[in-house]
């Protein structure tokens, strides 16, 4: 596959032009279609997979089938590391959430390279910190967080700049439910109190964010 699609994954950082063109000879892309499971939580590994285009999220699910989403990936994110790094099963759930092109590297060939290239053992470090701090975030928020505050945190985190106004990608609330660990009954009870005191426009499934709301945390 081309070097220079692998080449921007944070995986690879530091590593010589000739290490990147051996590990790309490894890495073979497949096409997903949006909803795809990419892997399931329990199962062994069998190899690496970095996000070329598109979308997935890592999710896990409670015994009523509830889902927690623990993060999204995009482009030039990899997933399905931890399992190779301790030899256990895989830890959580990876479906696509859109459209997605993704290398996946065989766990033999993935080990070959980090023994080769300990620059990738540093950057595996380097993810596993950043996850460990978005997880002790998402543990404070559920712990010590009213629903509405971690509604308010998550819209923050995911609205972008749109004509000067912070606006929110198409999502519903039972996405946004599966991302704060509430019901989607709860989430709609939040959406519409922050929407009467003026906080929030909603219009489909796009929020804006008003600047109220900016200023509050
Ligand atoms: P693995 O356990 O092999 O399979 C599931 C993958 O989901 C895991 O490797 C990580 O790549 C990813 N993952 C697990 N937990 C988190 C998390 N809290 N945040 C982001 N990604 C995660």
Excluded at 20 to 44: C, F, K, S, W
Excluded at 99 to 121: D, H, L, Q, T, Y
């Amino acid at each position: 596959m081309e070097v220079s699609q692998l080449s921007d994954t944070g995986l690879f950082e530091g590593l010589s032009a000739q290490d990147i063109i051996a590990m790309a000879g490894h890495a073979v892309p497949r096409d997903y279609p949006r909803n795809t499971i990419v892997l399931r939580q329990g199962e062994p590994p069998h190899s690496l997979y970095i996000v070329l285009s598109g979308k997935v999220k890592v999710y896990v699910n409670g015994k009523d089938g509830k889902e927690l989403v623990l993060g999204t990936l995009g482009p030039n994110g990899y997933f399905g590391e931890m399992a190779l790094i301790d030899d256990s099963p895989r830890s959580a759930n990876v479906r696509t959430t859109t459209e997605s092109k993704i290398a996946v590297v065989s766990k033999a060939n993935f080990m070959k390279c980090v023994g080769r290239n300990p620059e990738i053992a540093m950057n595996l470090l380097r993810t596993l910190a950043q996850r460990v701090r978005e997880l002790n975030d998402t543990v404070e928020s559920l712990a010590l967080h009213s629903v509405e505050d971690r509604v308010s945190r998550l819209l923050k985190r995911l609205a972008t700049e749109k004509d000067g106004k912070l606006v929110t990608d198409q999502i519903t609330q039972q996405e946004l439910a599966n991302m704060v660990g509430a019901s989607r009954e709860m989430v709609s009870r939040v959406i519409n109190a922050m929407k009467t005191r003026g906080v929030i426009e909603v219009s489909g499934k796009a929020i804006t964010l008003n600047e109220d709301m900016l200023a509050a945390h």
